[in-house]
Structures are given as C-alpha cells and as structure tokens.
C-alpha cells in the first residue's frame, strides 16, 4: 500500500527494505575492508579470483554484474597491492588470466571470518530455510530481469 504523498522512498515497500539492507551491509564490510586497503569490490574481485580457475577481467565482470571499466579498476588496486597478478593466456595473447598471489591468499580466511561476524551479528543463524530459500529466488529473479 501506497501513503498519499509518497517519496521516492517508502519503508512499507520490500524493495526499498532491501535497498537499505544492501547499502548498510555495503558500509559495514568496506570499513572493516579498510585496515586492508581494500573495498567490497575489490574483495568481491579478488575471491572470485580465489574460486576461478583461468579466470579473465570480462568473465569477473559477467559474474559479478559489474562493470568493465569497475572491474579494470579493482584489478589495478589488486595488483598494485601485490594480491593479484595477470598472466597471459596461452590460448589467447590478446587475454590475461588473472591469478591470486601468496599475498592474496593470506586474506581469503580474513575476508570470510568478516562476512561470518556480519552474518552472526544480523542473527542470519536465526533465519528459517524457507526464508533463505524463498530470497536466494529472488535475488536470482531480480539479477535475470537486469540481464
């Protein structure tokens, strides 16, 4: 239901809820990020990375609905910070595989003991499955209509 002088937003609509539920969940894990010289893309970047095998900069982009240019971005700070490198792909030279390094490897366990103190503090352990279930649905749905 609709107030008769609605905004743009309106805390009785779910995707509004969620909206703010992403953008807090965004702010908590980039300053925890922040003592790694890290963001939540960069993260999200570099654990893809971790999970791919011969893995490239459009296919991290397809993956993560990201953009080119905020994946080419991310992977420059990645280098830079020496958690990443690219290789060059013995199929293709016109590609570049990218690869995690030791250093990178060292934050995979501290990125997810982050997002476990997120979770535990949202209470998710609480969650019903059929909660989770019926959310992962339509996270899905909502990442098909954007496609």
């Given at each position: 239901m609709y107030s008769r002088n609605p905004g743009f937003y309106d805390c009785n609509r779910l995707g509004d809820n969620?909206?703010?539920?992403?953008?807090n969940h965004k702010t908590y894990l980039n300053n925890a990020l922040?003592?790694?010289?890290?963001?939540?893309?960069?993260?999200?970047?570099?654990l893809r990375i971790y999970n791919g095998d011969n893995i490239n900069q459009k296919e991290l982009s397809d993956d993560l609905y990201l953009t080119k240019g905020a994946i080419t971005k991310a992977i420059k700070k990645l280098e830079e910070n020496e958690y990443i490198c690219r290789e060059q792909s013995c199929w293709d030279r016109r590609n570049n595989?990218?690869?995690?390094?030791?250093?990178?490897?060292?934050?995979?366990?501290?990125?997810?003991?982050?997002?476990?103190?997120?979770?535990?503090?949202?209470?998710?352990?609480?969650?019903?499955?059929?909660?989770?279930?019926?959310?992962?649905?339509?996270?899905?749905?909502?990442?098909?209509?954007?496609?």
């Open positions: 969620l909206f703010i539920f992403h953008k922040m003592e790694y010289n890290l963001n939540l893309i960069q993260a999200l970047c570099l595989i990218l690869k995690i390094t030791s250093k990178g490897l060292d934050l995979i366990p501290i990125l997810d003991a982050i997002n476990r103190e997120w979770e535990s503090k949202m209470g998710f352990d609480e969650l019903s499955e059929e909660f989770v279930e019926t959310f992962r649905k339509l996270s899905a749905k909502s990442a098909q209509l954007n496609k």
